[in-house]
């Protein structure tokens, strides 16, 4: 297949990478063109421009957060104005229900194709093709992107034919994953206040109870204070618990702990944690407890805006 990728932050590198892998003709653009030029000593064509990565069959879009997004497809010479009718745009970014939708109605404007295919997984997981693709669309058009899914994930669950739903279920799915984070630093924080080890209960916990990945992964980084570099900051962990909770607004259904959690993030962001990984909000647990600095590897002025993980 002939591919664009737009975005090269943590995921997209390697997502863009497994892609050339896989022998498809990528074409790449990131507003930092040093990322482009290292995947083009892999084998993918640098663009300059947005709409030079338009020129194919596909272009999917790895960006940080809604404005990224629009700017990148409705800007000036832009994905909408550029990708070829019977194209398809496949978005990978966690963005909002409300964006999806007029992605969705304006791309049938234009006579192209859109297809919502966020993905759950960290950095290392798009760097080893490891990634759960969510994928809704068309079912004709979501056939001919298989190569596309196989190329970057283990498995692609397709969960409707309405595109919003399918960032409705990823934005669900980390809100769950925030909420397994505060519960481990308030774990561990009872714990270890008590004198008991936190790596040492981390393992305990993973090894009975709950072996689930998002438990081992964040359980290890929280019980080792592994809070840098971020695999996905904590500003865009705010940025999704937003997004969750106007979806739930919207469909009228309350998110107590949704709420908890925007608290929790905006004092990490308060505190200068922008810039660490979102799990860092782990360490409010412990300060509550009186028993660490809020996130000690915290530099004031850090929780400016980041580009997608």
């Known amino acids: 297949m002939e591919i664009g990728f737009i975005g090269l932050g943590n995921m997209g590198s390697g997502m863009a990478a497994n892609l050339v892998k896989a022998g498809h003709a990528v074409t790449v653009y990131n507003r930092s063109p040093a990322k482009a030029e290292t995947l083009a000593q892999q084998g993918a064509t640098p663009a300059r421009t947005v709409a030079d990565a338009c020129g194919g069959d596909v272009v999917v879009t790895m960006l940080a957060d809604d404005p990224a997004v629009e700017d990148v497809v409705f800007g000036e010479r832009g994905v909408l104005s550029s990708l070829p009718a019977g194209a398809t745009h496949v978005s990978a970014s966690t963005i909002s229900v409300e964006l999806s939708n007029r992605l969705t109605a304006a791309h049938a404007h234009a006579g192209q194709h859109y297809v919502a295919a966020p993905v759950f997984g960290r950095p290392e997981a798009a760097a080893a093709a490891k990634l759960f693709v969510v994928a809704a669309g068309p079912p004709q058009v979501l056939e001919s992107l298989a190569p596309l899914f196989e190329a970057i994930g283990q498995r692609t669950f397709v969960v409707s034919e309405q595109q919003h739903a399918a960032n409705l279920v990823k934005l669900s799915g980390n809100f769950l994953i925030a909420s397994v984070i505060e519960s481990i630093g308030e774990a561990v924080a009872l714990v ?118």
């Open 192 to 309: 270890g206040k008590a004198g008991v080890d936190p790596l040492h209960y981390v393992d305990i916990l993973t090894s009975t109870l709950f072996s689930a990945p998002a438990y081992q992964t964040y359980g290890k980084l929280i019980a080792q204070q592994e809070f840098e570099p971020a695999g996905f900051a904590a500003t865009l962990g705010l940025k999704d618990v937003r997004l969750v909770l106007a979806a739930a607004e919207e469909l009228a259904v309350p998110l107590p702990l949704a709420s908890l959690l925007r608290d929790r993030f905006l004092t990490l962001l308060a505190n200068g944690g922008g810039h660490l990984d979102w799990s860092a909000i782990a360490t409010l647990s412990g300060r509550d407890a009186g028993i660490v600095a809020i996130a000690s590897a915290a530099k004031p002025g850090a929780a400016g805006r980041h580009q997608s993980a």
